[in-house]
């Protein structure tokens, strides 16, 4: 027989709203970002439309794809992995969200993050270009990617490795 939730529902529904919220706040950042480096380019000069429109198109289903394994991934670790705390502790307010991994502590903005995960090795090996939305795609494609998960909470985005 199923077991009552530990907590009340509406703290579990603002939690998943939340969840929710963010990843499909970081698909929409990153599909924005997608979305402009093909059409500036096709704007600028000599365009096929049928081709602009085939690159759009593939960036769309990519989003698509990434948003789905981000919900798979949530669910997946709200279910399977226990909230305990880790060595950093987060903040109290973030606690319900441990379920996601470790703490690895709140950071001004995605580009100190980018910037953490190239010094942490958290990233792929390679060189990095360091400019502000180099730094700010990396930290978006560490969550996509289920490398990281972000939250924003009190002006600072808070990271948990995903374990």
């Given at each position: 027989?199923?077991?009552?939730?530990?907590?009340?529902?509406?703290?579990?529904?603002?939690?998943?709203?939340?969840?929710?919220?963010?990843?499909?706040?970081?698909?929409?950042?990153?599909?924005?970002?997608?979305?402009?480096?093909?059409?500036?380019?096709?704007?600028?000069?000599?365009?096929?439309?049928?081709?602009?429109?085939?690159?759009?198109?593939?960036?769309?289903?990519?989003?698509?794809?990434?948003?789905?394994?981000?919900?798979?991934?949530r669910i997946t670790r709200r279910a399977e992995r226990p909230q305990a705390l880790t060595l950093r502790?987060?903040?109290?307010?973030?606690?319900?969200?441990?379920?996601?991994?470790?703490?690895?502590?709140?950071?001004?903005?995605?580009?100190?993050?980018?910037?953490?995960?190239?010094?942490?090795?958290?990233?792929?090996?390679?060189?990095?270009?360091?400019?502000?939305?180099?730094?700010?795609?990396?930290?978006?494609?560490?969550?996509?990617?289920?490398?990281?998960?972000?939250?924003?909470?009190?002006?600072?985005?808070?990271?948990?490795?995903?374990?």
């Amino acid at each position: 027989m199923p077991h009552p939730a530990l907590r009340p529902a509406p703290a579990r529904s603002d939690q998943i709203s939340r969840e929710i919220d963010r990843d499909e706040r970081v698909v929409l950042q990153l599909l924005r970002r997608r979305l402009l480096a093909e059409l500036g380019p096709a704007l600028a000069g000599p365009r096929e439309l049928p081709g602009v429109l085939d690159a759009l198109a593939r960036v769309l289903a990519e989003a698509r794809v990434q948003a789905r394994r981000l919900n798979d991934a949530r669910i997946t670790r709200r279910a399977e992995r226990p909230q305990a705390l880790t060595l950093r502790p987060p903040p109290p307010a973030l606690a319900i969200h441990a379920c996601h991994g470790a703490y690895l502590g709140a950071f001004p903005d995605l580009m100190a993050i980018g910037r953490m995960a190239i010094v942490g090795g958290l990233a792929r090996p390679g060189p990095y270009d360091l400019s502000e939305g180099s730094l700010a795609d990396l930290a978006l494609d560490l969550h996509l990617r289920g490398v990281l998960w972000t939250l924003e909470h009190a002006g600072a985005v808070h990271v948990f490795l995903c374990l």
